[in-house]
């Protein structure tokens, strides 16, 4: 499974960003990370291609939206209020396993694409 993160990019604080993950097949979870310079690999969420059932990190819970097209195998992360800690290179992944926070748990991973959130 191939997958292209894209949507990165330069923004303000207080603004939004959709980050789009095209994965050339399905699995059955696709997740979002992220890396901050420094920091560990750090889960945001999670969502089944089937019944789109989701879940969230508490840090980022209101304010990201996980969301997928299965007729174009394609995951969104819709981010908005923005925060200076959100920047981070954003990774999306896939598993055949179940639902999962560990980046273990992932089969395969996305190129990553920079947010840099300006204060």
């Known amino acids: 499974v191939q997958l292209q993160a894209s949507g990165g990019g330069l923004v303000q604080a207080g603004g939004s960003l959709r980050l789009s993950c095209a994965a050339s097949a399905r699995t059955y979870i696709m997740g979002w990370f992220r890396q901050a310079p420094g920091k560990e690999r750090e889960f945001l969420a999670a969502?089944?291609?089937?019944?789109?059932?989701?879940n969230y990190a508490d840090s980022v819970k209101g304010r990201f939206t996980i969301s997928r097209d299965n007729a174009k195998n394609t995951v969104f992360l819709q981010m908005n209020n923005l925060k200076s800690e959100d920047t981070a290179v954003y990774y999306c992944?896939?598993?055949?396993?179940?639902?999962?926070?560990?980046?273990?748990?992932?089969?395969?991973w996305g190129q990553g694409t920079l947010v840099t959130v300006s204060s």
């Open positions: 969502i089944s291609w089937s019944a789109g059932s989701t």
């Open positions: 992944a896939a598993t055949y396993g179940g639902p999962s926070t560990i980046t273990t748990s992932y089969h395969f």
